[in-house]
């Protein structure tokens, strides 16, 4: 019986993205007959973030709990939604909870380690992200996060390889190749940076960030004049310097990239005065 039951309402979850009215309308008639059984709470939970219905997953994944602590698929649910919603002990211990009862799952591993880097927990975001790809995770938000904590720890090769492998996934995400490309800039590999901060741009052309990084790889190849030019074209879309401010605050990360000065402290200079006068030349 109890397969039964969750068969009906995995039908009803198939039933929403082509008439969720008559999805909405088979839950309300189905849920005060389910039995009270984990299984069938956790898969009731599951049927209602289909139905866009967060709270009452919420209240259906605690119940399953409830019948059943050890659950893990109730615990990584629910854990999963507290760390969206930013209740990181919450989800930590739910997560945990899941990864015990099975140790190899590369989604339980996965939401367990960006909900640590999510809390600023790093080593543990990286000893369990990378359990998690060992294990065949295939998680957009584990290379993300291993992105990001690769760069932090300043081990600029491994973050290249987790943002290259997240295109393998999102290859359309210009957000990655501006990361690429400024990982390029730091490591002095300056075609590599201008080959993927273009690419960026062209899919995405009001990505500013990408256009001062971009005018920052040429001013690095020698162009100076080019660079200014981008540099002028890019703070016409910039509103109150904003991004400018963060690109300059950059440049000292990338000075302490290079050996040679490169001309990195006229160009500071140049930008500095750019922003309190609003002239670039």
């Known amino acids: 019986m109890t397969e039964d039951i969750i068969a009906q309402l995995q039908t009803i979850a198939q039933q929403v993205e082509n008439n969720p009215r008559a999805a909405r309308k088979a839950m309300r008639r189905l849920a005060p007959q389910l039995p009270q059984t984990a299984d069938v709470k956790t898969a009731l939970g599951i049927t209602y973030l289909e139905l866009g219905q967060p709270r009452d997953a919420m209240r259906a994944f605690k119940q399953a709990i409830e019948l059943d602590p050890t659950q893990p698929a109730?615990?990584?649910q629910l854990g999963l939604l507290q760390s969206d919603q930013g209740l990181l002990p919450q989800a930590e211990a739910n997560l945990r909870v899941a990864v015990e009862s099975e140790?190899?799952?590369?989604d339980y591993l996965s939401a367990l380690?960006?909900?640590?880097?999510?809390?600023?927990k790093n080593d543990l975001a990286i000893e369990t992200l990378e359990k998690a790809l060992a294990a065949g995770a295939d998680n957009e938000n584990a290379f993300t996060a291993l992105g990001y904590l690769y760069y932090e720890a300043g081990d600029l090769t491994k973050s290249?390889?987790?943002?290259?492998r997240l295109l393998t996934l999102e290859p359309e995400?210009?957000?990655?190749?501006?990361n690429l490309g400024y990982l390029?800039?730091?490591?002095?590999?300056?075609?590599?940076?201008?080959?993927?901060?273009?690419t960026c741009l062209e899919k995405d052309d009001s990505y500013l960030?990408?256009?001062y990084n971009l005018a920052l790889a040429v001013w690095l190849q020698g162009d100076q004049a080019r660079a200014v030019t981008?540099?002028?074209?890019?703070?016409?879309?910039d509103v109150g310097d904003a991004e400018l401010q963060q690109h300059l605050a950059d440049l000292d990360e990338v000075a302490n990239h290079y050996e040679e000065e490169k001309g990195l402290a006229a160009l500071k200079n140049k930008l500095a005065v750019a922003l309190k006068t609003g002239r670039l030349r």
């Open 74 to 76: 109730a615990r990584y």
């Open 173 to 178: 995400r210009a957000d990655v190749y501006n």
């Open 230 to 237: 981008m540099y002028q074209e890019a703070r016409r879309h």
């Open 209 to 211: 960030r990408a256009r």
């Open 184 to 198: 390029d800039i730091l490591s002095g590999d300056l075609e590599s940076a201008v080959e993927a901060l273009t």
């Open 103 to 106: 140790p190899d799952n590369p």
């Open 160 to 164: 290249r390889e987790a943002f290259s």
């Open 113 to 120: 380690g960006f909900t640590y880097y999510r809390a600023g």
